[in-house]
T-cell receptor, first 118, second 112 residues
Framework: KNQVEQSPQSLIILEGKNCTLQ??????????LRWYKQDTGRGPVSLTI?????NTKSNGRYTATLDADTKQSSLHITASQLSDSASYIC?????????????????FGAGTQVVVTP | DSGVTQTPKHLITATGQRVTLRCSPR?????VYWYQQSLDQGLQFLIQ???????AKGNILERFSAQQFPDLHSELNLSSLELGDSALYFC???????????FGSGTRLTVV
């Protein structure tokens, strides 16, 4: 069973509207959670990275939230644009003891495919 | 430009053949990761190298192998290729103690 579950699998929204993507995880011990945007055929690009103590982090029109108690995260896209059409991937990192660095094993969600229509 | 360079961008080869994909990490990054992404699938972790040493292994087939050289660039070797190996292969790099994790633009491998 995947330790990172994303929902919905896909969604279609009208340009200018808002949307929220969900990520639930069971990864433990938790180190950090990242949201990536992946355009078709391109490499994923980091949007936000949050550690245990961070509840919210914004990057322009993208706002990520994290509830480490319930092991849930969301990515909110405000005033969507056509260029937001992409796959959004939630990635959770497990920590190696107190060494919370990139050696921690990453668990990838399957992604949410967002299509923004005019 | 993410700073992670992958070559070639596209590769078409026949079944049974062997190919080598190359990745140059961002300047200063010691870790290199390889991922496979099949059509409409999520990223599948293959293998990680840190400063020339294998650090972690994922779902990497025995037909696949990788190495990281002293100059920190990495190569992924795929042999006895099958149709099902057609996919995007991504490389990512990171620095120790840094949460950042940067992906290259990928190599699209088509096996015919």
């Amino acid at each position: 069973k995947n330790q990172v579950e994303q929902s919905p699998q896909s969604l279609i929204i009208l340009e200018g509207k808002n949307c929220t993507l969900q990520c639930n995880y069971t990864v433990s011990p938790f180190s950090n959670l990242r949201w990536y945007k992946q355009d078709t055929g391109r490499g994923p690009v980091s949007l936000t990275i949050m550690t245990f103590s961070e509840n919210t982090k914004s990057n322009g029109r993208y706002t990520a939230t994290l509830d480490a108690d319930t092991k849930q995260s969301s990515l909110h896209i405000t005033a969507s644009q056509l260029s937001d059409s992409a796959s959004y991937i939630c990635v959770v990192s497990a920590s190696k003891g107190e060494t919370t660095d990139s050696w921690g094993k990453l668990q990838f969600g399957a992604g949410t495919q967002v299509v923004v229509t005019p | 430009d993410s700073g992670v360079t992958q070559t070639p961008k596209h590769l078409i080869t026949a079944t049974g053949q062997r190919v080598t994909l190359r990745c140059s990490p961002r300047s200063g990054d010691l870790s290199v990761y390889w991922y496979q992404q099949s059509l409409d699938q999520g990223l599948q972790f293959l293998i990680q190298y840190y400063n020339g040493e294998e650090r972690a292994k994922g779902n990497i087939l025995e037909r696949f192998s990788a190495q990281q050289f002293p100059d920190l660039h990495s190569e992924l070797n795929l042999s006895s290729l099958e149709l099902g190996d057609s996919a995007l292969y991504f490389c990512a790099s990171s620095a120790q103690g840094h949460y950042g994790y940067t992906f290259g633009s990928g190599t699209r491998l088509t096996v015919v």
